[in-house]
C-alpha cells in the first residue's frame, strides 16, 4: 500500500462517517413519518426512499451530473447560494452518497419504529409524557437496534459505492478518488498485486461488517426472549 | 386437458430451443470495441452487415477492462484498442490469431469546451488556466489522457494545471463531464467532436502533433475468432477503402 491508497482508505472512512451521521439526522424523522402515517403519500415517499436500491449506480449519478451541473437546477441552486458547484467535490460525492444509502438507513429504523406498535406510546401519554419526550424516552430506546442496523449498513454501503462516485467525482486524488474508484484504477492498469491490497482489505471489512450485524440481531433475539 | 397442460411447457422448450440456436449462430462475431471508437465502428457495423450478411454484435469499453476479460476468457472475436500496446501485449501472450495486428485509426487529441469562446485557436487558454476543471481520460489507463499529459508538459503548464485535473475512466466519460459542462474544458479524442468535417457546438483547439506521441489504434483477430469466417471478414473489412474513408470521416488520421 502506497500513499495514495492510504489517502483513499481515509477519504472513504471520512464520507462513510459523515454520510452516516447526515443520514441518521435526515433518516429518522422520515423514518417516524413512514411508520406512523396513515396518508395516501406513503408508498411515494417509500417508494422515492427505495429507488436506489433498483436503480443502477449509473442512472444515479447521471442525473446527478446533470441536475449538479451548471445548466441544472440544482446546480444554480448551489451557485446561487454561494457554494459553486458540487460535482468533483467532496461535498458533492456527500449528497450522492446521502442519496445513495438512504434506504439501507431508513428501513431498518421504519421497521423498528412500526414494530413498537402503539401502545407504549398511548401509555407514555397517558402518563402525560409529550409527544417529544415520548419519542425521545420511549421510541428511540425501543428502536435501539434499528438505529444500530441502520448505521451500521449505512455506512458499510457508502463504503463499498462505486458507480456513482465514478460518474461524479472525477477520480481526484484526496478528495474523490475513493478505495473503489482506487481499485478499480490498479486493475485497469494491470497491477494486480497493489489492487489484491485493497480489494481484500475490502472483502474481510465487509464481511466482519456483516458478522456483527448479524450477531447483534442474532443477540437481540436472545434478549426478546 | 391434459393437451393444455402441455402447452406451456413446449412453448418454453421452443423458446430455449431457438435461443440456444441463435446463439451458435455461425455468422455472428463478438468484437470489442476502445471506447473513443463507438460512433465509426456502429457505422462500420451496419455496412459490413450490408456488404456481407455477417452480424458484428459489438460491446464498448475501456481497453484495460478488455485486456482483463480476454485473458480471462471472454468470447470476444475481434479487438479494436485504444493503443498499440494492449494488442502487443495480447500478442506476446499468444492470444491473438498470428500476423493479425493492424493499426486500423490514428487518434488525434483536441481541447475542448461545450461553450463558445472559452478555448482558443491557439490553445493560450490552458496558459492563462483560468478555469476551474479541466477533465481528461486517466493518464495511467487510457492513451487519450497520456498524449493530454504529454502535451501539457511539452506546453510547460502541467504542473501549474494539475490540480484542476478531473479524470474520467474512459474518453467518453470525460466527454460527459465536458458536455455536462461540470468540466469547462477538456482533452478528448477528435473522434468524439467532430463528424463530416465539421466540429460539435462549442469551442476547440487540435492540439498540434508533434506536442504528443501519435495514438495508434490497433486492432486484432483473437485468438477465439482466427478460424471463424465472419471474423476473418471483419477484420479484413476494416482495412478495405470504404471503411478507411468512414474512418476518416470521424477525424482520424490513417
Not at chain 2, 471472454?74 to 492470444?95: G, N, Q, S, W
Request: charged share 15%; glycine share 8%; net charge positive.
Amino acid at each position: 500500500m502506497d500513499m495514495a491508497d492510504l489517502g483513499a482508505v481515509w477519504l472513504t472512512l471520512k464520507l462513510a462517517s459523515v454520510v452516516t451521521v447526515l443520514l441518521l439526522l435526515i433518516g429518522t424523522p422520515i423514518a417516524w413519518w413512514l411508520a406512523r402515517t396513515r396518508s395516501r403519500l406513503k408508498g411515494v415517499i417509500g417508494a422515492v426512499v427505495a429507488l436506489p436500491l433498483v436503480l443502477p449506480p449509473t442512472v444515479l449519478g447521471f442525473y446527478l451530473l446533470l441536475v449538479l451541473g451548471p445548466q441544472g437546477w440544482g446546480g444554480q441552486l448551489t451557485e446561487a447560494l454561494g457554494l459553486g458547484l458540487l460535482p468533483f467535490t467532496f461535498p458533492g460525492l456527500v449528497v450522492a452518497s446521502v442519496f445513495y444509502s438512504m434506504p439501507f438507513v431508513v428501513q431498518p429504523i421504519q421497521n423498528a419504529f412500526e414494530a413498537i406498535g402503539e401502545r407504549p406510546l398511548e401509555v407514555a401519554a397517558t402518563l402525560r409524557a409529550s409527544p417529544w419526550s415520548a419519542f425521545w424516552s420511549v421510541a428511540v430506546p425501543l428502536a435501539r437496534p434499528g438505529f444500530l442496523s441502520g448505521a451500521i449498513l449505512g455506512f458499510a454501503h457508502t463504503v463499498g459505492e462505486f458507480g456513482v462516485v465514478l460518474m461524479i467525482g472525477g477520480n481526484i486524488p484526496d478528495k474523490t478518488r475513493v478505495i473503489s474508484v482506487q481499485i478499480y484504477d490498479h486493475v485497469e492498469a494491470l497491477e494486480y498485486a497493489q489492487a489484491h491490497w485493497l480489494a481484500g482489505g475490502m472483502l474481510v471489512f465487509s464481511f466482519v461488517v456483516l458478522l456483527a450485524l448479524y450477531s447483534l440481531k442474532q443477540r437481540g433475539k436472545g434478549e426478546a426472549r | 386437458m391434459i393437451r393444455k397442460n402441455f402447452r406451456l411447457p413446449v412453448a418454453l422448450f421452443a423458446l430455449l430451443c431457438s435461443a440456444g440456436l441463435s446463439h451458435v449462430k455461425a455468422d455472428e462475431v463478438q468484437v470489442a470495441v476502445a471506447a473513443n471508437f463507438t460512433a465509426p465502428m456502429r457505422k462500420i457495423a451496419a455496412e459490413f452487415e450490408k456488404d456481407t450478411g455477417h452480424k458484428p454484435v459489438l460491446s464498448f469499453g475501456a481497453t484495460g477492462k478488455f485486456y482483463a476479460q480476454i485473458t480471462n476468457g471472454a468470447p470476444f472475436e475481434v479487438f479494436l484498442a485504444a493503443d498499440d500496446e494492449t494488442p502487443a501485449r495480447l500478442e506476446k501472450e499468444l492470444l491473438i490469431a498470428p500476423h493479425s495486428r493492424f493499426t486500423y485509426a490514428i487518434g488525434k487529441l483536441v481541447l475542448w469546451s461545450a461553450k463558445d469562446g472559452v478555448v482558443d485557436g491557439n490553445g493560450e487558454v490552458l496558459k492563462k488556466g483560468a478555469f476551474k476543471h479541466l477533465a481528461l481520460a486517466n493518464p495511467k489507463i487510457a492513451s487519450y489522457g497520456t498524449a493530454a499529459v504529454e502535451a501539457m508538459s511539452k506546453l510547460g503548464v502541467l504542473e501549474s494545471l494539475r490540480p484542476c485535473f478531473v479524470q474520467g475512466d474512459n474518453i467518453t466519460q470525460t466527454y460527459q463531464f465536458i458536455a455536462t459542462g461540470n468540466a469547462e474544458l477538456g482533452f478528448v479524442a477528435l473522434s468524439q467532436v467532430y463528424k463530416d468535417g465539421k466540429l460539435a457546438p462549442g469551442s476547440a483547439w487540435m492540439v498540434p502533433s508533434l506536442l504528443y506521441t501519435p495514438i495508434r489504434q490497433d486492432a486484432v483477430l483473437l485468438a477465439k475468432g482466427r478460424n471463424k469466417p465472419a471474423a476473418t471478414a471483419l477484420a479484413d473489412y476494416l482495412k478495405s477503402d470504404k471503411a478507411k474513408a468512414i474512418i476518416k470521416s470521424y477525424g482520424y488520421d490513417l
